[in-house]
């Protein structure tokens, strides 16, 4: 009997042994794949074998017209002249946190250009950005590429797609992508982007 309690005892023993060197292979391993998913990518990371490719789809629309009134009527009054160009069919953007390359591609993609009549700065540089817009189908739809898009953007603290100053926002069914050529121009970009995604058709009724 007594025999058959330390027999007992020693299974009992080796079984917790092996269940707490599960649990720390286990943990080590959940560390491990936490710093690789961390270990953010970088410009010149992407693509690679590992990389993956995402398509979107913007179709033309009615175009949210009284927006880009309202947003080239404050251009106007800031001194910035403001065009529309030939915008293509497609454009990418890397998301260097999921290892992805996301491509907007359809009819539904408008591109403009604003450059400032005023000079500033020692170098006397006249600001400027370019403003890309993705169209789609209903708001659900626009949101949920709003948010793919947006975490491109934004992967490796915003440099994932090079050192120019980018900022994505949403208005209804559009996507409205602003750069600009310089990061001491980021502020117009920020605040055009602001002006952009706070507008609301009722503010000129």
């Not at 996301?102 to 403003?131: C, H, M, N, T």
Request: with cysteine; aromatic share 10%.
């Amino acid at each position: 009997m007594k025999n058959n309690l330390i027999v007992f005892i020693t299974l009992l023993t080796l079984m917790g042994c092996s269940q707490a060197e599960q649990n720390r292979d286990n943990k080590n391993q959940t560390e491990e794949n936490v710093q690789d998913k961390a270990k953010n990518l970088s410009f010149d990371d992407i693509p690679n074998e590992k990389t993956t490719y995402e398509v979107i789809e913007a179709k033309s629309i009615d175009e949210n017209d009284a927006l880009l009134v309202a947003l080239e009527t404050q251009l106007l009054k800031d001194q910035f002249e403001f065009v529309e160009k030939e915008s293509g069919t497609s454009w990418s953007e890397n998301d260097c946190t999921n290892n992805k390359i996301i491509q907007v591609k359809g009819d539904g993609i408008r591109s403009y250009r604003a450059v400032s009549k005023v000079k500033v700065g020692e170098d006397q540089k006249r600001p400027d950005f370019s403003l890309l817009v993705f169209a789609f189908e209903d708001e659900k739809l626009a949101e949920k590429n709003f948010i793919s898009l947006e975490t491109a953007v934004k992967s490796d603290h915003g440099f994932c797609n090079g050192k120019s100053p980018e900022v994505i926002v949403r208005n209804g069914n559009e996507v409205f992508y602003f750069t600009s050529s310089k990061e001491i121009f980021r502020s117009y970009i920020d605040q055009y982007s602001s002006f952009v995604q706070n507008y609301k058709i009722e503010e000129n009724n």
